[in-house]
């Protein structure tokens, strides 16, 4: 094993039990970053998608394969709304983008990934390789769109770091 009694590791991060959120399914630890998120935001968040769905819609290029990736509905919700929104999520640890339908095959939607969950697909961790990169996440590798704010993770933002 790489690294064996060479290193110890003091905080693990663990995703999780599955739970259902929206008629989706997330891990725990995304629960809680939405949830601190929507304390931020004062308003509650709706999913259109969650995470762990193999398969189940192919525009998503199989990020929602794993744990952590969630697309938020945003029917109704003006720019400037929207722009706080990917803020906040970015802010707990997700790396987080607007997504509209010139980008893709899909309707207006904020897709969000949680930064270093140990659940995500090969896709979404490239995704925040992308986010680190002030890429978009896509397949095109366009530049990042959303609001420039540090990276952190969940673990960092609860630490106040």
Same mark, same amino acid.
């Given at each position: ?7 110890? @590791?003091?905080? %693990? ?12 399914? @997330? ?36 990020? !929602? ?32 983008? @607007? ?9 207006? !939607?904020? !897709? ?13 961790? !490239? ?16 530049? *990042? *769109?959303?609001?420039?704010? %540090?990276?952190?993770?969940?673990? /960092?933002?609860?630490?106040? /770091?």
């Amino acid at each position: 094993m790489l690294g064996q009694n060479r290193y110890t @590791v003091g905080n %693990p991060i663990s995703p999780g039990a599955k739970v259902p959120r929206d008629g989706c399914v @997330v891990n725990t630890r995304t629960q809680a970053m939405l949830a601190e998120a929507q304390r931020l935001l004062g308003f509650t968040l709706l999913l259109e998608q969650g995470s762990y769905n193999p398969g189940g819609d192919p525009t998503s290029a199989g990020t !929602h394969d794993g744990g952590g990736v969630v697309d938020i509905a945003v029917t109704g919700m003006a720019a400037a709304k929207r722009t706080d929104v990917v803020r906040a999520l970015r802010r707990v640890g997700f790396a987080a983008w @607007v997504r509209d339908p010139s980008q893709g095959d899909w309707p207006w !939607h904020i !897709h969000a990934v949680a930064i270093n969950d140990t659940d995500l697909s090969s896709q979404a961790q !490239h995704q925040v390789g992308d986010y680190y990169l002030g890429l978009n996440g896509l397949a095109n590798r366009g530049p *990042d *769109d959303g609001p420039r704010i %540090p990276v952190k993770t969940w673990e /960092q933002y609860q630490r106040g /770091q």
